[in-house]
């Protein structure tokens, strides 16, 4: 689950990561409200999850009321690469010295912890790695012998960070990797991290990505999924306890078991086709469950075929292929969809699944052929 940036920095302050005061603003009066509390300047940002809100006017200053308000109207509202500003972060405007970079991530392939450091902040790192790689100073971290307080006092040196920053950045690492890690994060990202002219170190952004399999150990992640940024699929699929990921091409994907649904998405793929979703139903094919999932998959005006691949071992074929006569008789389907059948009992359930077959349900042996199908259903011009 990724954070918005007030979010992450309510979750940095928990660890004791400096960051200025500031409140959430929905409406211009909150924003002036607040900005009065706080004391001018103040800054108006646009609380949206995605990079560079800066560029995009999305991030304002303001040394009055007027100002703020003014700001407030032209953001709320506001759309930055397709996400639509519904609330703002109105923090104290902090004066900048200097701005720097520091991220913690997985290393997957390392199965390490990743500290990146740069004195190269307030530009997308991307871009540094790109432009200068040896700006960026970088330290694997062996997860059972954790971060030292001598790592990071070298890290930051390495990094180049100047000299006065150096006390505050050392510390604020330490408290990121506790963040990072007690936290239960995947990510945690500040750009930039500031050294103001009076010498102190502190977040002016936070990205922030927890690890959704640690939700069972925080209650408390609860609430800050209440206002998570999902599309409109995501929060259906969610409500419906459905395992769903909406991606963005036109085949429409239903199968049981993680595994089949990601070999489904690729076959989809070689085929030539582009998978519009990945949505795996789990053991139990009933009928509820196969409406909701079909439910899921024709609110995405994007699908232009569904592909439905069961392979049936405690899920029998027969409850399958009842599943699918039952919910095609619930969700108004105007997509043609191909249903590939095999495993336990599969030759019964292809001959239920016949007793609807037509245009648009047609019965596949293999998976290849199912995939070949629903691709060319879907008549997308490529
Ligand atoms: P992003 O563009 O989405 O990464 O948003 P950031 O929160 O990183 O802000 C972008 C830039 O706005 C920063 O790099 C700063 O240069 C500037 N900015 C943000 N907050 C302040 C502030 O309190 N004071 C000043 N002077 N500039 C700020
Ligand atoms: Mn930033």
Request: glycine share 10%.
């Amino acid at each position: 689950m990724d954070l918005f940036e007030y979010q992450g920095k309510q979750y940095f302050a928990r660890y004791g990561i400096p960051v200025s005061p500031g409140d959430v603003a929905l409406t211009p009066d909150e924003v002036v409200a607040t900005a009065d509390r706080l004391g001018y300047p103040v800054v108006v940002k646009a609380q949206v999850q995605v990079g560079g809100r800066g560029k995009a006017g999305g991030i304002k200053l303001a040394g009055d009321a007027a100002q703020a308000r003014a700001h407030a109207e032209a953001i709320i509202g506001m759309d930055i690469k397709g996400h639509k500003v519904k609330r703002v972060w109105v923090e104290h405007a902090s004066d900048i010295a200097r701005e720097y970079y520091a991220s913690f991530t997985l290393d997957r392939g390392a199965k390490k912890h990743l500290a990146m450091v740069s004195a190269k902040g307030g530009v997308e790192i991307e871009q540094v790695a790109e432009e200068d790689p040896s700006a960026i100073a970088r330290l694997h971290i062996d997860p059972f012998e954790g971060f030292s307080p001598e790592q990071a006092r070298r890290l930051v040196e390495e990094a180049g960070l100047d000299e006065e920053a150096r006390a505050g950045a050392t510390d604020v690492l330490l408290k990121l990797y506790r963040c990072f890690v007690e936290g239960d994060a995947d990510l945690v990202e500040v750009n930039p991290l500031v050294l103001t002219p009076d010498g102190r170190v502190h977040a002016l952004d936070a990205k922030v990505t927890l690890d959704d399999n640690a939700a069972f150990r925080h209650p408390e992640w609860e609430e800050l999924a209440g206002v998570a940024e999902m599309d409109d699929r995501e929060r259906l699929a969610r409500k419906l306890g459905l395992q769903y990921v909406g991606l963005d091409g036109y085949v429409g994907v239903i199968a049981n078991g993680a595994g089949l649904a990601m070999s489904t998405c690729d076959v989809v793929n070689q085929v030539g086709g582009s998978p519009a979703n990945f949505l795996d139903i789990g053991g139990g094919a009933s009928a509820e469950v196969m409406a909701n999932a079909l439910e899921v998959i024709t609110s995405d005006p994007n699908v232009r075929s569904i592909l439905v691949n069961i392979f049936g071992g405690i899920t029998r074929g027969e409850e399958v292929a009842n599943g699918i006569v039952t919910a095609l008789a619930r969700v108004d389907i105007t997509v043609p969809m191909v249903v590939r059948l095999d495993g336990t009992n599969a030759e019964q359930g292809r001959q239920i699944l016949s007793t609807v077959e037509g245009e648009k349900l047609v019965s596949a042996a293999s998976m290849m052929e199912a995939a070949r199908t629903a691709v060319e259903l879907a008549g997308v011009q490529r």
